[in-house]
Each structure stands twice: as structure tokens, then as C-alpha cells.
């Protein structure tokens, strides 16, 4: 009997164990095509184009954008490829990038991933030449030294290269006589008793000895192998990130060497740029902003305001010190402080100095200690369900919403909360100079937005009819009478005056517009300033608020747009920019810049700042165009400004604000209760008082019957109205609720201003034209003071 040796049989082993090696990839190194991507749970898949070149696999929204703008990359040589289903497959590199990616067919899947299969490959096989030649093009750092170091990681490869070579010489034997001792044990198994029992012994024996110090060798070289590899690795660990940390060196002084170029070439044009607002970086860089990352197509699907379009428009350089010389000049105010060498008084301290009666140069006792806490906010958590289950069977837009939305204050005493620095205008009530005045109404306009930088709260709508009153007469020597004179569309008309010589009114409507990821509420109506003594007439507007991530994330305020105050007695304008937030820009959130010029245009005041912390003012003595817009190749005017000086600071929030729905210092005493305020007022509301008690589903099951109740008098308006006149639309039952869902269009500065479609006549307030503006508007005709101190309630309408 013939005795078959290993030769004489095919090693199916062999061939199995040879498989792992880097496999020839198919012509041609890139593979392009489309593919679906996931992007988050809201988009869902989003069609993307995918280029596969040399081991890196890119993608863009559109062919077009291969040109300038990559979303993302990953490297194959260390990315994981893995088949979800028939046509999904997922790619990661096993750190912060991983592509889910899903082909429109299992065909086109399968060439994917055969591609991919490739070229990673090859991308595997080619990283070690690329590691190995750039270490021979690498410059020697420090002579012979660098020399030395490169020729140890070349003898290091080298050994790793031979005991692979073993390995893979190893790996060969097993198999081989792993095979013959498979088969000998399978011969051995029917072999019968008798001659030849001691001779497949025998075999048997050997293949096994030969088995055995195969695997020894194995053993001993992958031992050999690990223990060197382990040697190397920590020292290669600590050269890599060395690497790393040196071209993040570099990075760092590009971009500042950028930036000092920078400004090199604007302090060469005589600029010294001020904060600004909003900036362009591509402008700045001449080049557009590299995206980095899987995250960029995520973040690219965000809601950015374009920083194109807020280019800031002037420049200011210090003056030319022949301004700082002090000025002989007996003008009041600020005329005389700007003359002088360092600024020691300030615009404001200038003006109140000069007044015994300003509220520094006299100590005010309080008629009445005012509460500085509220009960802290508690911690309920919004169920879906306990809103939606009591929906059922109802109109979309008379679907309660619940005070887990809100702050236990209203709209009216949000209104109020305008006068939180009513010292900028005792101040401007006692200058001399218009334009000096102007800087003082301005930075009002400004520091009535700082009291919502953290209230993302939403006010209680108020009930037709409600009203309230802020007495700070003693204290502050001003009053105010607030009044929701409409409810389609939803306005409040507002009126303050002071002890100290000026007066504040206004009527504001909302309107409001959901884009999904964010909430934008634009104010419609004026506000008016009038100055007892000098008889100047400001009006402004107020600018556009919007509450970010409405649906997922967390909620966050930002205000932007443009304001004008006009003085309408002597033409002087201020034009303010509020500019809105950018992910893109480097210039200071929430920034607010503003030029004060004459009836002629020309500019005598500068005023930056931020709507949350402080404004500051500049007084200009030269302008001139200088430099241009790099986006519309405008010219900017240059000014030449004095020392800048603060003009308004934010006060801190009381202690323990954020447990307070981050209410300010007036805030917490505005729904504090009062005796012998109207039986209209805001802090007679029950609902609002049960929540600010904590009382949560006390406060919502108050407050669907007061809506319950406006919507029974809104009925009995409506059938009145219908037996005096024509009847029309009579059965339409729009919602009128104080906290329901407005599904109808917003009203429009047209519709707004058309007329009020309640039919009812306000208690304080009449319907007028404004004899300086033309606008038709609620203005207070009194009454309400005089029937305060009467204790005459008996004409207001029971709403509560």
C-alpha cells in the first residue's frame, strides 16, 4: 500500500489562510455616484454625491460644489465597511466619523462596496510606502541626530518586515501538515487490526511531532513579533503625537500671522476697525470658510442669518489729539465734557451734576419695601398626552395652551418692564443739547432688551379689557398704565409719565411667524418720547425677537434688525443696528452699533455696545470715507472719535434669578399684590397668581375657564353689535382665548393698522391720530388716577 505524502494532495488550508492579503484593485482609482445619507431624525436621508479616490471617500450636496466645497471625508485606510441589509451599509473610522449610508438598489450596493473593498485594500497596502518614503524626505531636525533616529525606524521595519515573513511562512506549515494529520487520523480510523496497524501509528506520530514544532515556531514568532512591536509602539505613540501637537503649533501661528497681516493692512490705511457687527470671514480671509467633518452637513441645515448682509458700515480711528485740548467753550453738558483732555466727567454725571434734583444727588426712601423673591420655579415636566387627551374633538385654534409654557407675568407687565432703566431718560429730560438727548433715548431703546436675554418664558396673553398700573411715583417719580385694547389682532397700549419732564406711550401689536426650527415675533406699532421741556418728539420701532430651537434643543433669544429714533422738532436721527447671531462670525453676540447725525446727516455721536450688558457713546470731530466693502466695493465712513464712554450698564440679577424664571430686581415686584389697584389689573388674575404659587394644575384649570368666559362675552358682544347694525357673519365663533393657538394669519402692519375688529371700547384709552407721526393710535384720555384715588371700579367690565 502506498503511503500519501502531504504533496499529493491539495492544501485547501493554504488557500484559506492566504486570502487576508491586500487583494489587486480593479482599474481606475475613483468611483463616483449618488447616495442617500443620513443626516439627522428630523431630515431623515438626504441625496448626496460621493466621490471615492485614492483610499478617500468624499461627498458634496451637488456635483457643482466639488469645486470649492467638500461636506466631509473619511480615509479608508482605517475605516470599518459593513453591510446592514440589502441596500444600507455603514462606513466609520471608529472614532467621531460614521457615514449610514443606503443605495437605491442591492446592484448598486454591491458595486459600492466592492470599490470600497478595494481601494481600501490598496489604501492599506500603500500606507506603509507613504509612511516609509516620507521618512526619508523628511529634513534632518538636528544634523546627525535625525540621521540616527530615521535609520532605527528603517532597521525597526525591516525586523518587523522579517518576522511577518516568518509569520507568514508559519502560517503556510500549519496548514500544510495540519492537512496530513487530518487525513492520517481519518485513514487511521478504518484501518483493521493486523501488520499495518503499527506502521499508521507510526505516520500518525510523525505528522504530529511535525505539527507540534510548526506550531512552537508559530508560537515563538508571534511572541518575537508582539514583544517588538510592543517595544516600538509607545515610542511611535509619543512621536506621532509630537507630530500632532506641532502642526497644531503651526496652525495657530498662520492664523495669526493672518491676523496680525491683517491688521498691518489697516492700521497701513489709517483704520483701526471697532468691534463691529456682524463680519463676513470669508471677506475677511479673501477665501470661503473651510468646512470640516461629518457634522458640517448637519450644521449646514441650520438656521444661520447671513453675515453678508450686516457688513459693517463705518470705521473709527482715536481723533487727532488737537481735539483733546480743553475747550474754553460754556457750553452745558456735553459739549463742555468732550473738550476735555481725559473725559473725567462723564456724558451722564455731566448732566445730573448740574441738577440738585437728579436721583444722585438726593437719597429716596421707599414708601414701601417691595418683595425681592418669588416661590422658585418647580420642576414639572411637560406630558404630551395630559395636553393632547383634552384636545380631542376640538378646533386646532381653541386648543388650550398650558402654563407649563409660561412666566406668571403678562404681556401688559413684560410692557411695564420698558421703564427697568427709566434714568436714561430723567437724565435726557435734563439736557440742553438734542443730539446729547438723543444718546440718552437711544440707549433706552437698547436696555429694554436686556431683561429678555434668559426669559424664554412666554407672558400670559391678556384678557380683553385687562389692565395694569406700575405707581412708582414716590420712589421713582414716574406712573404707568398699561391696557389690552384689542384682541384681534392682539394689542396693548401703554403710558407713562414722569415727575421729571417726559412722557412714554406706545401701542403694540405681535405678530408672529413658526419656521419649524425657530419662532420669530415682530412688533408692530410706535413708541413715543416727549420731553416736557424742550417739547423734542422721538418715535421709534422695535426690532425682531426670535426663540431658537423650539423643537429640539435648547431655547435661546436673540434680537435683530434696525431701529431709527427720529426727533420729529428737529430732524436729528439715530440709526441702531442690532445685529443677529452667526455661527460664522468672530465679532461679539448680540452686538448693537449706532450713529447720531443731524438733520443734515452729519454724524456727532458713535454708540457700540451689546443688548444684554452695556452701551457706550463716542463723540466724532472727524469723518471721512476710507476703506471699502468687500462685498459691494461700498466705501466706509471713517470716524474720528474721542475716548469712548459708558453710557448704560446693565444691573445684576437678584440672587437665585434662575430658580425665579430669571426675573430682574422690578420684575419680581410687578405681580405683587396691591391695594386699590382696578378690579382689571393683572395681579387680580387667577390663574397667573396660582402659577406664580406653583399651583400648576390649579393655574390651567383656571385658566380654560376664564378663556371659557371671554369667549361667552365675545358672543354677547357680537349678537349687540348685530341688533344695531347689519347683520354679518353672525354664528362665526372665532377663538378668543387668552392663551389659545392662533392658526389664522398674523396681523400685517395693513391689517394692524386698519382698525380693531372686537367691537369694544377701551376704558382709558381712545382711538386718535398722532398730530407729529399721522399714525392712528390708542392714546390715554385719563380718568384712571382720578377714579383710583375715588376708588370708582364701578365702570370696568368683571373679566375675572
Not at 39 to 64: C, D, H, M, P
Not at 613 to 628: D, F, I, N, T
Not at 779 to 798: F, M, R, T, V
Request: contains cysteine; hydrophobic residues 30%.
Amino acid at each position: 500500500m502506498r503511503i500519501r505524502t502531504p504533496s499529493d494532495t491539495v492544501k485547501p488550508r493554504a488557500v484559506v489562510m492566504s486570502e487576508p492579503k491586500a487583494p489587486t484593485p480593479a482599474p481606475g482609482d475613483t468611483y463616483k455616484g449618488w447616495l442617500f445619507k443620513w443626516t439627522n431624525y428630523i431630515k431623515g436621508y438626504q441625496r448626496r454625491w460621493f466621490v471615492l479616490s485614492n483610499g478617500l471617500l468624499s461627498y458634496y450636496r451637488t456635483q457643482a460644489e466639488m469645486g470649492h466645497t467638500c461636506r466631509g471625508t473619511i480615509n479608508l485606510a482605517t475605516a470599518n465597511i459593513a453591510v446592514e441589509d440589502s441596500c444600507n451599509f455603514v462606513i466609520s473610522n471608529g472614532g467621531t466619523q460614521t457615514y449610514h449610508l443606503k443605495a437605491s438598489s442591492e446592484v448598486e450596493r454591491q458595486r459600492w462596496i466592492t470599490a470600497l473593498e478595494l481601494a481600501k485594500a490598496k489604501a492599506v497596502r500603500m500606507q506603509p510606502e507613504s509612511d516609509e518614503s516620507g521618512d526619508d524626505s523628511t529634513p534632518p531636525a538636528s544634523g546627525q541626530g535625525a540621521g540616527s533616529r530615521n535609520s532605527e525606524v528603517q532597521s525597526t521595519l525591516r525586523t518587523l518586515s522579517s518576522k511577518v515573513e516568518d509569520l507568514s511562512t508559519c502560517n503556510d506549515l500549519i496548514a500544510k501538515h495540519g492537512s496530513a494529520l487530518q487525513r492520517s487520523l481519518s485513514e487511521l480510523e478504518g484501518v483493521r487490526l493486523g501488520g499495518e496497524t503499527s506502521e499508521k501509528f507510526r505516520q500518525v506520530t510523525e505528522r504530529a511531532t511535525l505539527f507540534r514544532i510548526t506550531s512552537n515556531a508559530m508560537i515563538n514568532a508571534c511572541q518575537d513579533f508582539l514583544t517588538l512591536a510592543q517595544t516600538h509602539s509607545k515610542r511611535w505613540q509619543k512621536a506621532l503625537q509630537s507630530e500632532r501637537e506641532q502642526r497644531v503649533r503651526l496652525e495657530e501661528t498662520l492664523e495669526q500671522l493672518a491676523k496680525q497681516h491683517n491688521h498691518l493692512e489697516r492700521a497701513f490705511r489709517g483704520a483701526t476697525v471697532l468691534p463691529s457687527s456682524q463680519s463676513n470671514p470669508s471677506i475677511d480671509s479673501k477665501g470661503p470658510v473651510p468646512v470640516k467633518g461629518d457634522a458640517s452637513d448637519e450644521d449646514d441645515e441650520n438656521e444661520f442669518f447671513d453675515a453678508c448682509e450686516d457688513v459693517q458700515e463705518f470705521i473709527t480711528v482715536p481723533a487727532d489729539p488737537k481735539y483733546h485740548r480743553r475747550s474754553g467753550s460754556n457750553v452745558s453738558g456735553i459739549s463742555s465734557e468732550l473738550g476735555m483732555d481725559d473725559g473725567t466727567t462723564s456724558l451722564d454725571e455731566q448732566s445730573l451734576a448740574s441738577n440738585p434734583e437728579s436721583p444722585q444727588s438726593q437719597e429716596l426712601v421707599p414708601v414701601r419695601k417691595r418683595r425681592s423673591r418669588i416661590p422658585d420655579k418647580p420642576n414639572y415636566s411637560l406630558n404630551l398626552w395630559s395636553i393632547m387627551k383634552n384636545c380631542i374633538g376640538k378646533e386646532l385654534s381653541k386648543i388650550p395652551m398650558p402654563v407649563n409654557f409660561n412666566e406668571p407675568l403678562s404681556m401688559l407687565q413684560r410692557l411695564s418692564e420698558d421703564l427697568e432703566y427709566y434714568e436714561l431718560l430723567d437724565r435726557g429730560a435734563k439736557c440742553q443739547n438734542s443730539l446729547e438727548q438723543m444718546c440718552y433715548v437711544a440707549a433706552f431703546t437698547v436696555s429694554s432688551y436686556s431683561t429678555t436675554v434668559h426669559r424664554t418664558g412666554k407672558p400670559f396673553n391678556p384678557l380683553l379689557g385687562e389692565t395694569f398700573e406700575l405707581d412708582r411715583v414716590q420712589e421713582s417719580g414716574y406712573r404707568s398704565l398699561c391696557e389690552q385694547v384689542s384682541h384681534h389682532p392682539p394689542a396693548a397700549a401703554h403710558h407713562a409719565i414722569s415727575e421729571r419732564g417726559w412722557t412714554l406711550r406706545q401701542e403694540i401689536a405681535l405678530a408672529s411667524k413658526f419656521r419649524g426650527k425657530y419662532l420669530s415675533i415682530m412688533p408692530l406699532g410706535s413708541i413715543h418720547c416727549i420731553f416736557e421741556k424742550s417739547t423734542n418728539h422721538y418715535t421709534w420701532k422695535k426690532v425682531t425677537t426670535t426663540v431658537h430651537n423650539i423643537i429640539v434643543g435648547k431655547l435661546w433669544i436673540d434680537q435683530s434688525g434696525e431701529i431709527d429714533v427720529v426727533n420729529h422738532k428737529t430732524g436729528d436721527r439715530c440709526h441702531l443696528k442690532f445685529a443677529p447671531y452667526s455661527y460664522f462670525s468672530r465679532d461679539v453676540a448680540r452686538k448693537v452699533t449706532g450713529v447720531v447725525t443731524d438733520k443734515d446727516g452729519k454724524a456727532h455721536y458713535v454708540l457700540s455696545g451689546t443688548w444684554d450688558e452695556k452701551m457706550e457713546y463716542s463723540r466724532v470731530m472727524q469723518s471721512s470715507r476710507g476703506g471699502e466693502n468687500g462685498a459691494e466695493g461700498r466705501q466706509k465712513t471713517v470716524y474720528q472719535t474721542l475716548k469712548a464712554k459708558e453710557l448704560w450698564r446693565k444691573t445684576p440679577l437678584p440672587e437665585g434669578a434662575e430658580n425665579m424664571y430669571y426675573f430682574s430686581t422690578l420684575a419680581l415686584t410687578l405681580n405683587e399684590p396691591e391695594e386699590g389697584v382696578a378690579p382689571t389689573d393683572s395681579r387680580r388674575r387667577p390663574d397667573q397668581r396660582l402659577m406664580e404659587q406653583g399651583r400648576w394644575e390649579e393655574a390651567n384649570a383656571e385658566k380654560q375657564r376664564l378663556e371659557e368666559k371671554q369667549r361667552t362675552v365675545r358672543r354677547e358682544r357680537e349678537r349687540e353689535a348685530n341688533r344695531t347694525a347689519s347683520p354679518s357673519e353672525e354664528g362665526k365663533e372665532p377663538a378668543d382665548g387668552a392663551e389659545e393657538v392662533e392658526i389664522a394669519s398674523e396681523p400685517s402692519e395693513t391689517t394692524y393698522k386698519s382698525g380693531h375688529q372686537d367691537n369694544y371700547t377701551p376704558m382709558w384709552f381712545e382711538r386718535l391720530v398722532d398730530p407729529m407721526t399721522g399714525e392712528t393710535t390708542h392714546i390715554y384720555k385719563g380718568g384712571y388716577w382720578e377714579a383710583k384715588e375715588q376708588g370708582s371700579w364701578d365702570s370696568c367690565p368683571d373679566i375675572f
